[in-house]
């Protein structure tokens, strides 16, 4: 009974022991002591093995930054970590560690990012090269302006204006490959700025038509037509007042805004038209139904006068079948007698020449008669 006690007690002391052994202050820090805006913190703890640690960052300002917990481990070592806000407050933050019957605390800063250094001056072959990069981008964006100003108005100065540019810019590049860096670098700026006057002038040639375009609409009283005009004009205002480039889309707008006005009012004058010509065609449409009258009545006329006509025609036509059966008659019997009259002739040209015959056989015997008279005589 007493060794049972004894070893009982002596368990209890080996125990308090290793507890005391093992058992350590809580301590709390962090793995940088200056951070940047957006950098992730590392928060290292240790104390009391298979412990959890309730950790609490708080700002300059005093307000929470984080808040977390980390759990220290057999070998005593533990830790947890967050990032820092991208407007995390600059100053120094204070990290409170809480275990059990233990605090702890450390700090840290957040500072500004030291500036880059500035970088090396350009070569004149790099200040050449983007001077020709930045007035090719001016060049693009002028023409691609320049096409969606051409919609509205034909632009003459302006084009003029761009191909300058162009031909300067065209230069530029020559320069460069030359290796005539500075001139090259001079050339692009001035191709530039050509670009830009142009674009400004094309500006310049939209409002001046959309202007002209107004003032063409003055005095239409009818309220669609004022609605589109003011909305407009409120476009073509606010583009007088914007560069050039920014103005562009309130010209297009305005454009769409005025011709529309002016679309209605062609229409408006259209529609009068139209009245007018209705007015002329009911008018004609009238005197066409009296003519078509006239010409009905004169078409029974002309059918009563047909009827009558073939009437007649049909009578003649008979009379004229009766004609032709005795002409066809007449003519057989004709021929009959043409043969006849050719026979008879023929008889009689026979008879004919039988008396001139006898005629010349008398004569001949009268010649000889008295020959032979004559002869007795003597």
């Not at 002591?33 to 309730?54: F, K």
């Not at 959309?210 to 003032?215: A, C, E, K, P, T």
């Not at 914007?242 to 297009?252: D, G, R, T």
């Not at 006005?261 to 009911?282: K, N």
């Amino acid at each position: 009974m007493r060794l049972l006690g004894f070893l009982v007690i002596l368990v209890l002391l080996l125990s308090l022991a290793s507890s005391l052994v093992l058992a350590s202050p809580l301590s709390v820090s962090t793995d940088k002591s200056e951070y940047y805006r957006g950098d992730r913190v590392t928060i290292r703890v240790s104390g009391t093995p298979n412990t959890d640690v309730a950790i609490e960052v708080r700002d300059p300002n005093g307000k929470v930054a984080w808040f977390g917990q980390a759990r220290i481990g057999s070998d005593g070592k533990g830790s947890a970590s967050f990032r820092l806000r991208s407007d995390a407050p600059y100053g120094t933050y204070k990290v409170y560690a809480s275990a059990v019957g233990e605090q702890a605390s450390c700090t840290f800063k957040v500072v500004k990012k030291p500036a880059p250094p500035p970088p090396p001056p350009p070569t004149p072959e790099e200040e050449a090269r983007e001077a020709i990069s930045s007035a090719n981008e001016t060049i693009s964006n002028v023409r691609a302006l320049l096409d969606r100003l051409s919609i509205i108005t034909e632009l003459v100065e302006a084009e003029d204006l761009f191909e300058d540019a162009l031909e300067l810019y065209s230069d530029a590049l020559a320069a460069f490959n030359a290796s005539e860096y500075d001139r090259a670098k001079y050339l692009a700026n001035m191709a530039k700025s050509k670009a830009e006057a142009a674009l400004s002038e094309g500006v310049s040639e939209v409002i001046s038509y959309l202007d002209g375009q107004l003032s063409q609409l003055e005095g239409m009283v009818d309220p669609a037509i004022e609605l589109l005009l003011n909305y407009g004009k409120a476009y073509l205002n606010t583009a007088k007042g914007a560069s050039p480039s920014e103005a562009v889309p309130f010209l297009l707008d305005a454009y769409k805004f005025i011709s529309a006005g002016a679309h209605v009012a062609s229409l408006i004058d259209r529609v009068s038209e139209l009245e007018g010509l209705i007015a002329t065609l009911r008018e004609n449409a009238t005197s066409l139904a009296s003519e078509l009258e006239r010409l009905r009545g004169e078409n029974a006329e002309l059918s009563s006068r047909v009827s009558e006509l073939q009437e007649s025609y049909n009578a003649l036509k008979s009379d004229y079948d009766e004609l032709k059966s005795d002409y066809d008659s007449l003519k057989e019997e004709n021929e009959r007698l043409v043969e006849k009259v050719g026979a008879l002739i023929a008889e009689l040209s026979n008879a004919r020449n039988l008396m001139y015959a006898l005629f010349v056989v008398g004569l001949v015997i009268g010649i000889v008669v008295g020959w032979l008279i004559r002869a007795r005589k003597k």
